[in-house]
């Protein structure tokens, strides 16, 4: 994929991606990536955030295991389907840990000082080239989770991001048109075409 410079175009392009070009993400690239990430909005500019960046084979097999242990927790016999292409975490060039803070229990609110970052961290990938994908699927297996990677108690991991260079080129993402989700002033539905 090529570089994006336009912001709009950028949207446009920014897609979950899950199989990646086995070459790896230099230091100075992802560096690039993570000061967009910690450059994000949050609560009272409080700046809530870890980010845990993992690269050791060992630690993302581990990770792996307790996702999959997840996804069968989850969906059990009727799991949805899954892109052939869909590499285990195992084979992700770089999983970003995305950790905030929490002052008792992690709630709805709890995200929106992490989750701007987060799409900070993976639009900033996609500018330069690089896909991203997310997923939350581990915090169901959060204590195990926690335990390998050190994350202390009044911290919780709230995504995984997956970096790496593309396999392919991926074109725009496909969304039906704006008038399908936006209502004015209430609920409407379905929402008023316009």
Not at 20 to 36: C, G, I, K
Not at 156 to 165: Q, T
Not at 172 to 184: A, M
């Amino acid at each position: 994929m090529q570089p994006i410079t336009d912001v709009k175009e950028l949207f446009r392009h920014q897609r979950q991606v899950r199989a990646f070009a086995d070459r790896p993400v230099d230091d100075a690239t992802l560096q690039e990536v993570l000061q967009a990430a910690v450059h994000g909005p949050s609560a009272s500019n409080a700046q809530p955030w870890r980010f845990i960046v993992v690269r050791d084979a060992e630690v993302k097999a581990q990770l792996d295991a307790l996702y999959e242990a997840a996804f069968a927790e989850q969906y059990g016999g009727t799991p949805p389907p899954r892109g052939t292409d869909r590499q285990p975490l195992s084979q992700v060039p770089v999983l970003v840990v995305a950790c905030v803070r929490v002052r008792g229990r992690a709630n709805i609110a709890t995200g929106a000082s992490v989750y701007p970052s987060v799409q900070n961290l993976m639009l900033a990938a996609r500018a330069i080239g690089l896909a991203s994908g997310i997923t939350t699927l581990h915090r169901l297996k959060l204590a195990e989770v926690h335990e390998l990677l050190g994350i202390p108690e009044g911290w919780e991991s709230a995504a995984i991001v997956l970096v790496g260079w593309p396999d392919r080129a991926y074109g725009p993402n496909k969304r039906p048109p704006l008038e399908r989700f936006v209502t004015y002033d209430r609920w409407t539905d379905p929402p008023p075409r316009g």
